[in-house]
């Protein structure tokens, strides 16, 4: 009698809503494709995964093309736990951009490493506990010089903040926004990643950092006048004198602002 061929193993992690629109995640993949647009161009044939891309592949589908304007040769993978939502996804294939089944096991062919794994609003329906672990697993796929994005935003993509870490482990977090929205730069803190939305309390080094955006945007009030893009601006260089922003006026422009995990991480993680 032949051996049997064992079962395929389980997916790693859980369902989640699978909420998406068309153009949900533009500003979290406008800034991958700067930041880390060169390293793209630099690998052979890279690799990006859009892990979790919800109940429609809108996500993946948007994310390859905005890589390619900066790495032409960059393929994505979209996986996805729930089968049915891949069997949905498959008929937007295309040359570059397949679907699968998987977790964070991150099943690609021949063990192969991406150079890239987008994680939004995936991790939001779990335990803060859980996070480390999932972050070691997914960063323990990567390529040598691979990023994982892991953050949340609203539904229709004007505010997020994503922690960006590497293969050594998390190294800056980006708060990005449309700033016509914006009231006050702690708006953001309902978009904080799981690793620190429950960490917007004083004492932890989030909640001090929210206090003094909302202080120094409060301080650049005269400069409304020249429109919200110019407040954000000076309120970006107020902060830098205080926080390690590695970020200047050419993503501020954008909305963003980035300053070093190790400056936000939790207090007890320090």
């Known amino acids: ?26 500003r979290m993949d406008r800034w991958i494709a700067a930041v880390h647009g060169p390293a793209l161009r630099r690998a052979d044939a890279p690799v990006a995964v859009d892990l979790g891309y919800g109940a429609a592949p809108w996500t993946a589908v948007e994310l390859l093309a905005r890589l390619r304007a900066e790495a032409p040769h960059v393929r994505v993978v979209g996986i996805e736990i729930e089968p049915a939502r891949v069997t949905g996804a498959k008929p ?30 995936v991790l939001r329906q779990y335990d803060e506990e859980q996070v480390t672990d999932v972050w070691a697993r997914l960063c ?57 939305i429950h960490r917007n309390v004083p004492g932890e080094p989030v909640h001090a950092f929210l206090r003094d955006f909302d202080r120094a945007w409060a301080a650049a009030a005269p400069y409304a006048s020249l429109g919200a893009r110019q407040r954000w601006i000076r309120t970006a260089r107020s902060l830098a004198a205080d926080w390690p922003l590695t970020d200047g006026p050419r993503r501020w422009r954008q909305g963003e602002l980035t300053v070093r995990w190790d400056a936000l991480r939790p207090a007890e993680a320090t």
Do not use: Q
């Open 1 to 26: 009698m032949a051996p049997r061929t064992p079962p395929p193993s389980r997916p790693v992690g859980t369902v989640t809503r699978g909420t998406t629109n068309p153009n949900r995640l533009r």
């Open 92 to 121: 937007y294939e295309r040359e570059g951009l397949v679907f699968r089944h998987g977790g964070f096991e991150v099943p690609l062919d021949g063990g192969e490493r991406p150079a890239l794994i987008r994680a939004a609003n």
């Open 140 to 196: 323990a796929r990567l390529a040598p010089d691979g990023i994982l994005v892991e953050g949340t935003c609203d539904e229709i993509g004007r505010r997020h903040v994503w922690v960006a870490l590497g293969p050594e482990g998390a190294r800056t977090v980006t708060f990005a926004t449309r700033l016509g929205s914006l009231d006050r730069p702690s708006d953001l803190a309902e978009r904080l990643p799981k690793a620190l």
